[in-house]
């Protein structure tokens, strides 16, 4: 999952979770402050009313009778004073029904035991739990539309906030790492940002790619200089030994150990001209403007192999549309991808074996040329080796040579990849697979 | 006929000498453009074998002057750096044909003869084999009026033993003559045999072919 999205997902799922903790908690708080101001307000109540009682005397209250009641208009609260005969107790404060004229009615009621006058009276002050609760629902949700607003409103300034700060991640990612394929030729431009991290970050990238650029670009000037200065001296070794073949008076034997040296030497040469080749691919000697229908290349190659196929017996069939073309490519470049594929196929083949030549069109995507043989396979853990220059074959003890090398060069300069499925001793599949982009004519033709 | 090889690398030169001697060409040698062009304005050559790669001037602007000191040379370009521009450039320039170094003295003589029969028309491109006819500008075997059907790659080895006749050609030197740049050295061999055998089994079938040897050990030759 990317940064950003996992940043959002946490932002918005822990405000979420604020919400219903609030939810869960709002009833209860306010309950709780209801229930302790009413307390309260009972215990004033009372205060006041000893207040009077002992300023004016009990018969402010009773006025002449053993007991008192009165209650506001809608019975929300009431008060009560009568003779008590029981112990002194503690104030009690506690939820409970009343009559109060026919009404039945919850009360939070405060109960109160005082002596006056050698007398015990028991006062009641009591309030309507439905007066109480009054301002609670509309309290809650007051708080929790407030509430909601508030992350509504901090939601979105962090996702905004949070996506402006990752910009710059998505950038070094975009323009160092996707869909950078090596080699690098274009410069690497350092990102626009104020965060010393992505800073750090993103130099240190472009730094290691310049190193990597430059050790390759280094390695390519070697191979083509070493390439180039073995050319000569091979060339002088091979004619000398044509001219010293033309000795008629040589013994068969001595002929025979030329033909050995001679083709040492042409394996030599062949070593040398494919990487020569490679890193002239490699330094764009080779100018991409070419179209082609690979149907058209596909039957040239076939009929270049046509006698190697009809000498080893293979049945090689084609199953590529036709009216299909590939541009901004190197003809000659993608007629050797495609001579050195399918050349191994025969290659590695069995006697009286098949070839299938197909392709699959994904419209817009990619156009994908199939290879497949009915050859020897390649081994598992030499699959990822294959391409590489030198790399030996552990099992078959024959190296596959620069053919493949030759191969992926190609493929990658023209930014195609080139992917193998293969099951050791049944076959491979090499699947040719150009990038969608090829498939249109390019707009700009300069 | 003469031929001038303008080729810095003395002991280059002095093999392509030597080859080009016994199959009866007169040789010059230049070591520099200098030396060159002085002998291009005192002789005037069939052939001129120009090296690309001179220390005292650029391949190519020898090549430009040479072709309008001596106009009727045929010239074939010789080089390592094996650029295609170069290649491009000096086929534009004029020259006739283009080798890139390494390569075989038996390629560099049929790319000769080859330009020679181009220029020289239909008149000896018609050789006798045997009781076969070989037309080289038509690619094609006649037995008296009968033509027998080769493949393009069997016709190419038949003329290149043709051409290098009474010589010992290796499997290799033939590969590389018939596939080029794609030979794949002892994997071909193998085809080398496959396609003389199938040249033997089309021609016997009119005439024998005992001009057609093997030699053990070393590959074919055309003896006659």
Known sequence: MKLLSKLTLYTTLSKIAIVILFIWLLPRLVNDVASRYTNYYLKEQKKKVLDNIHKKGIDYYLGGDSSYGSYTMLKEEYISLEPSYTELPVDTIETSRRIVENDTLTYRLLNHVFEYGHKKYMLEIGKTVAAIDQYNGPLQRVALYVLIGLIAFTLIVDLIFTRLLLRPLGLIIRTKLVNRKFPFKEDLLPIKTSTTDFKYLDNSLIGLMNKIKEAFEKEREFTSNASHELMTPIGILQNKLENLMMDNEMSEESQEKIIGMMNTLNRLKKIVRSLLFISRIENDQFAKADHVKPRLLMEEVVKELEDRLEARGIDLRLKVSEDLTLYAINRDLIFQLIYNLVNNAIRYNKEGGKILISDQLIPGKSYTLLIEDTGTGIQENDLANIFDRFKKSKIAGEGYGLGLSIVQTIAQYHGIDIDVRSIYGEGSVFSIIFPGAMLSKPSAIV | ?224
């Open chain 2, 1 to 224: 006929m003469k031929v001038l090889i303008v080729e810095d690398e003395k002991t280059m030169a002095l093999e392509m000498e030597a080859f080009l001697k016994k199959s009866s060409y007169l040789c010059d040698l230049a070591y520099t453009a200098k030396q060159a062009g002085k002998m291009m304005e005192d002789n005037s050559y069939s052939f001129i074998l120009l090296d690309l790669g001179l220390p005292d001037r650029d391949g190519l602007e020898v090549l430009r002057e040479a072709k309008k000191n001596c106009p009727d040379a045929s010239y074939i370009i010789l080089t390592a750096r094996g650029d295609l521009e170069d290649r491009i450039k000096g086929l534009d320039l004029g020259a006739d044909d283009y080798l890139p170094k390494p390569f075989s003295l038996l390629e560099l003589q049929s790319r000769m003869q080859a330009i020679q029969r181009r220029k020289s028309g239909l008149n000896d491109s018609r050789v006798l084999l045997g009781d076969f006819m070989i037309d080289l500008i038509k690619r094609a075997v006649f037995f008296e009026e009968q033509e027998i059907e080769l493949s393009r790659r069997e016709f190419d080895l038949l003329s290149y033993m043709l051409l290098h006749k009474n010589r010992p050609l290796t499997r290799s030197q033939l590969s590389d003559h018939v596939w080029g740049d794609y030979s794949e050295g002892d994997y071909d061999s193998n085809f080398i045999d496959v396609h003389i055998k199938n040249i033997r089994k089309k021609m016997t079938a009119f005439a024998p072919v005992e001009w057609l040897q093997t030699i053990r050990g070393i590959g074919y030759k055309i003896k006659i």
